[in-house]
Every structure is written in C-alpha cells, then in structure tokens.
C-alpha cells in the first residue's frame, strides 16, 4: 500500500515491470488522458487496488486490509508505506490505535522519514519528532534504520513479519539522495526537473550504479 501517493512513479515502475502494462506507458506519466497520474488511481491504473495520496488515509486502509485478511484466513501481510506528512495526520495514529487493539500483527507502517514536505521541512510545518517513539507508545513494535541501506531494509521487513504485534520501520532518509541538484531539497518535491538537470541527474545515478557494481562484482 503506498500511503504516500504522491511517490506514485516508482509504483508506476515496479507495476509495469511485473506486467501490469507496457513500460512504454510510463513515458506518459501525468499527461492528459493517461492512465498514469500524480496520484494513484485503482479505477484507470491497472495493478492499483487502492487510490491514495489524501494523506493520513493509507494506514487506516491497510488495517482494513490486514483485518479481512484474517477473517477470512489468509496468511498474507501488508506493508503500508508512509511518508513523514502522514505521521501529521490523526486518523494515521487513530489506525495505530486501532492496530493495536486488534492485535494485527499481520499489518507494517514503512515510514519513509525524510524530514522534507512541499511546503519545506517537517520541523518547520509540523514536528514529529521522534517517529519510533511514539509508535512505541502505540504499542507498536519498532525498528529505525538507514532507508538507503538496502541490506538493512530487507532485514527489518523479514523482522516486521515474525513480530506478535504490529510493526513499525522508521527509516531515516535524505529525499533526492544521490542527485546533488535535489538531495535534501524540498522544492522537487512535485516539481519534474528540467531537461538537462534530468540528464545530469541520470549521470550521477549511473555512475553511482557503476560503482556499486563494480563493489559487488555485477556486470552488465
């Protein structure tokens, strides 16, 4: 579940890779007509069995998803990926509440924590504070990792399945990372680059790529 639907191009991606529909779609994102929009749509995007982007709903959904999942005995778990402006939002910490009391232990809060908003940083505009904390007090079980380590990522998802009551992943990260021009910048949060700070953009992220490659032994 991406809670966070403004983040909806990498959804995009992986749908497409999986079959979903042609990559070459992805070419039209956010264009009149097209079934790829800023946000999430489950009535024109197929692979999308949830809009979202009216943020603070995303975890209350993926509780409702998690519930009917046990009623009707189904050993699946859902993974709800939040961004820092859901944590803002009360009805994301009525569905804490509520997760917690129902014992859903078959339900993830992934909360992408990068401390930047549209309108700048969270801190200026509301402050959380300290996330995992207060999902604690929940009655959540909580890990806070680095959210560009994807070692680390995977563990804690593996981690968060094997718990006996909810859980929430923190993951401290840096928005735009890898592209100087947008690292920690919030003014790209809705706003596509340029040309040709795209193309420079794709020039760090290749040679990043290359060098992790090169670390890990990959050709390509």
Same mark, same amino acid.
């Given at each position: 579940m991406l809670s966070k639907g403004h983040a909806a191009p990498i959804q995009y991606a992986a749908l497409a890779?999986?079959?979903?529909?042609?990559?070459?779609?992805?070419?039209?994102l956010r264009k009149l007509d097209a079934h790829l929009q800023g946000h999430p749509d489950m009535t024109r995007t197929p692979g999308v069995e949830v809009s979202? &982007? @009216?943020? $603070?709903? $995303?975890?209350?959904?993926?509780? $409702?998803?998690? =519930?009917? =999942?046990?009623?009707?005995?189904?050993d699946a778990h859902v993974f709800a990926?939040? @961004?820092?402006?859901?944590?803002?939002? &009360?009805?994301?910490?009525?569905?804490?509440t509520a997760a917690a009391h129902f014992e859903a232990a078959n339900v993830t809060a992934v909360i992408d924590y990068n401390h930047l908003q549209t309108d700048g940083t969270t801190e200026e505009v509301m402050d959380i504070?300290?996330?995992?904390?207060?999902?604690e007090a929940f009655e959540w079980d909580t890990v806070e990792i680095d959210g560009h380590d994807? &070692?680390?990522?995977?563990?804690?998802?593996?981690? @968060?399945?094997?718990?006996d009551r909810p859980a929430a992943i923190v993951c401290q990260t840096r928005k735009g990372c890898g592209v @100087?021009?947008?690292?920690?910048?919030? &003014?790209f949060h809705g706003k596509p680059p340029t040309p040709e700070?795209?193309?420079?953009a794709l020039v760090e992220l290749e040679e990043t790529l290359a060098r992790q490659d090169q670390a890990l032994g990959i050709s390509r």
């Amino acid at each position: 579940m991406l809670s966070k639907g403004h983040a909806a191009p990498i959804q995009y991606a992986a749908l497409a890779r999986h079959g979903y529909f042609p990559l070459q779609d992805l070419m039209e994102l956010r264009k009149l007509d097209a079934h790829l929009q800023g946000h999430p749509d489950m009535t024109r995007t197929p692979g999308v069995e949830v809009s979202t &982007g @009216s943020l $603070g709903q $995303g975890l209350s959904m993926s509780l $409702g998803i998690a =519930l009917a =999942l046990r009623i009707d005995r189904i050993d699946a778990h859902v993974f709800a990926l939040l @961004s820092d402006g859901d944590c803002q939002e &009360g009805q994301t910490w009525e569905a804490a509440t509520a997760a917690a009391h129902f014992e859903a232990a078959n339900v993830t809060a992934v909360i992408d924590y990068n401390h930047l908003q549209t309108d700048g940083t969270t801190e200026e505009v509301m402050d959380i504070k300290n996330v995992r904390r207060k999902f604690e007090a929940f009655e959540w079980d909580t890990v806070e990792i680095d959210g560009h380590d994807m &070692g680390a990522v995977v563990e804690a998802l593996e981690w @968060s399945r094997e718990r006996d009551r909810p859980a929430a992943i923190v993951c401290q990260t840096r928005k735009g990372c890898g592209v @100087s021009l947008m690292e920690n910048q919030f &003014g790209f949060h809705g706003k596509p680059p340029t040309p040709e700070q795209a193309e420079q953009a794709l020039v760090e992220l290749e040679e990043t790529l290359a060098r992790q490659d090169q670390a890990l032994g990959i050709s390509r």
